[in-house]
Antibody, heavy 121, light 110 residues
Framework: QVQLQESGPGLVKSSQTLSLTCTVS??????????WSWIRQPPGKGLEWIGC???????YYNPSLKSRATISLDTSKSQFSLKVSSVTAADTAVYYC?????????????WGKGTTVTVSS | QSALTQPPSASGSPGQSVTISCTGT?????????VSWYQQHPGKAPKLMIY???KRPSGVPDRFSGSKSGNTASLTVSGLQTEDEADYYC??????????FGTGTKVTVL
């Protein structure tokens, strides 16, 4: 059974960099069948796709984040990570790591429980 | 890319049906048969309910069904049950390995 678990600081100061890690169990990053993605949800609001990474290391991002987001992969640790630079209060959200079924499928089938990140001034 | 448009709320009595729309553009919903739907209960992570417009994952009741016409996709919940009360989000592949979500719909079982 595939499981994803987010970890990282719950509080980040404004203008600094938010860093989160997702640890994956029960799945291999060597498979080209999936993308590994980050999705966030501000308090009381809807879901926003941040971006994803393919097993090859190729990355794809939501243009709205204006290059502030970086996703990386560490296959030796079965982890992928998210960094968001120059954070503001608008980056306060629950952050989910998610497995996305890949080519010619494109849906999110396994979600982590989410981790809350608050940006403080 | 702009969020897909969903009605903020929908409701129905137990046993009735409710349909939620999800309107996008010719670049996302209209161009790809990769619309999926997610159910989210308060404080929980979203759960996949429908993928590729109308397919149901194993374990999802057949009361949930999906369809698409042009730039608008729809989720229908038939035979509403109290446990169906939740927020529902659509999502569409938007090309070039990008994805977009809907604005979300709160379903209330009266």
């Amino acid at each position: 059974q595939v499981q994803l678990q987010e970890s990282g600081p719950g509080l980040v100061k404004s203008s600094q960099t938010l860093s989160l890690t997702c640890t994956v169990s029960g799945a291999s990053f060597d498979s080209g069948d999936y993308y590994w993605s980050w999705i966030r949800q501000p308090p009381g609001k809807g879901l926003e796709w941040i971006g994803c990474i393919y097993y090859s290391g190729s990355t794809y991002y939501n243009p709205s984040l204006k290059s502030r987001a970086t996703i990386s992969l560490d296959t030796s640790k079965s982890q992928f990570s998210l960094k968001v630079s120059s954070v503001t209060a608008a980056d306060t959200a629950v952050y989910y790591c998610v497995r996305v079924q890949g080519y010619m499928r494109y849906y999110m089938d396994v979600w982590g429980k989410g981790t809350t990140v608050t940006v403080s001034s | 890319q702009s969020a897909l448009t969903q009605p903020p709320s929908a409701s129905g009595s137990p046993g009735q049906s409710v349909t939620i729309s999800c309107t996008g553009t010719s670049s996302d919903v209209g161009d790809h048969n990769y619309v999926s739907w997610y159910q989210q209960h308060p404080g929980k992570a979203p759960k996949l309910m429908i993928y590729e417009v109308s397919k149901r994952p194993s374990g999802v009741p057949d009361r949930f069904s999906g369809s698409k016409s042009g730039n608008t996709a729809s989720l229908t919940v038939s035979g509403l049950q109290t446990e169906d009360e939740a927020d529902y989000y659509c999502s569409s592949y938007a090309g070039s390995n990008n994805f977009v979500f809907g604005t979300g719909t709160k379903v209330t079982v009266l």
